[in-house]
């Protein structure tokens, strides 16, 4: 097989992926012709981006020979793809001129390395069965309205267990395993002791696990959502009505504590809570997936995936007594400036 794929060849292979949703070279991404080009806002002044499925930046005539793929652009990713001599970058979740490249304009940073960026988010959402697959669960409805009360990017999805009998424990059990909580956890715990941290906190502490409910309970009907979303207590109770024996709600690329509004809220409902996985872990649920039906057809490239594992740790833990030191002597000056 060939040989010299363009950065237009991996365009097109977007577009047989995801069919109508991304637009092809040369097409200016204009949301008034293409459904999939939208321009995401909270409202926030000079904060909106444009999701632009496909080509972000680069020449279509460019050879691609090794491609990485991540979640998140950043300028973590693009220095290592610098470094690693990558011909193009794609990542899920839509890229944003500066806030993508370290705070300076994406194309410089591009053209120091020889960069092709590409984006793929919503135009990749919906089109395959990696929910039912990962998690086991069969989708029964789906709502982007519940009753009037939405937001942008609302969704919602009512399931079933696949296989009858399906436990909070087994959902939970079948979410570790996936994404190898434990290897991940484990990590942390190694981060923590190489560096002499006395405390750490990292999203896959915090994944997988039941709010409300014990392991032995059986899932009959299961509302899942992603609460960043726009779901409200309201849309609980709205779903009890329409499905009386919905008796769990699961929430993804999510780290609600117990005692949030919304776990508060399903528990005075009598449902189960499950946090699945977090959301840096959806590079196993949407980029590996796509990076291998990438590779799939266009077996010649060299695909690179990109992981990010992000800790937190207090203040007066991080960095060497060199660091620390650096820190009080610059906060001391800027404390002496200040006045
Ligand atoms: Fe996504
Ligand atoms: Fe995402």
Redesign the pocket.
């Known amino acids: 097989m060939s040989e010299s794929v363009k950065l237009a060849d991996l365009v097109e292979t977007l577009q047989r992926l995801a069919p109508g949703r991304v637009p092809g070279v040369g097409e200016t991404p204009d949301p008034e012709k293409h459904p999939w080009v939208v321009w995401k806002s909270s409202g926030i002044p000079g904060k909106a981006v444009m999701e632009i499925p496909g080509l972000v930046y680069g020449d279509p005539k460019k050879p691609i020979r090794r491609l990485g793929i991540g979640l998140t652009l950043t300028e973590g990713i693009l220095e290592l793809a610098g470094h690693q001599g990558l011909d193009a970058v794609l990542v ?2 839509p890229v944003a001129d500066a806030a993508s490249s370290g705070g300076v304009l994406l194309k410089d940073y591009c053209e120091l390395y020889n960069l092709a960026i590409l984006e793929l ?2 135009a ?2 919906g089109i395959h069965a990696g929910r039912a697959i990962l998690y086991g669960l069969k989708m029964l409805a789906w709502k982007d309205n519940y009753g009037g009360l939405t937001t942008p990017g609302f969704s919602v999805r009512i399931c079933e267990p696949s296989e009858p009998g399906m436990t909070l424990g087994d959902l939970v059990r079948r979410t570790s395993e996936f994404f190898e909580q434990e290897h991940e956890i484990g990590m942390l715990e190694h981060e923590k002791e190489r560096f002499g941290y006395r405390k750490i906190d990292g999203a896959a502490m915090f994944s997988g696990r039941i709010l409300h409910g014990t392991p032995d309970r059986k899932i009959t009907k299961l509302l899942h959502c992603s609460p960043y979303s726009g779901l409200a207590p309201d849309h609980l109770e709205l779903a009890v009505k329409e499905y009386p024996d919905l008796d769990t709600v699961f929430l993804t ?1 999510s780290l609600l504590s117990p005692e949030h509004y919304l776990v508060e809220a399903a528990r005075r409902l009598d449902l189960a809570v499950v946090i699945g996985s977090c959301h840096e872990w ?1 590079i196993y ?2 980029c590996l997936p796509l990076a291998q039906a990438i590779k799939d057809l266009l077996p010649s490239l060299e695909i690179t995936l990109f992981r990010s594992r992000l800790s937190a740790i207090p203040l007066e833990e991080v960095g060497n007594s060199f660091a620390r030191e650096y820190a009080r002597r610059i906060a001391s000056d800027l404390k002496a400036k200040s006045g």
């Open positions: 899920h979740h988010h919503e990749f959402h690329f959806e649920e949407n």
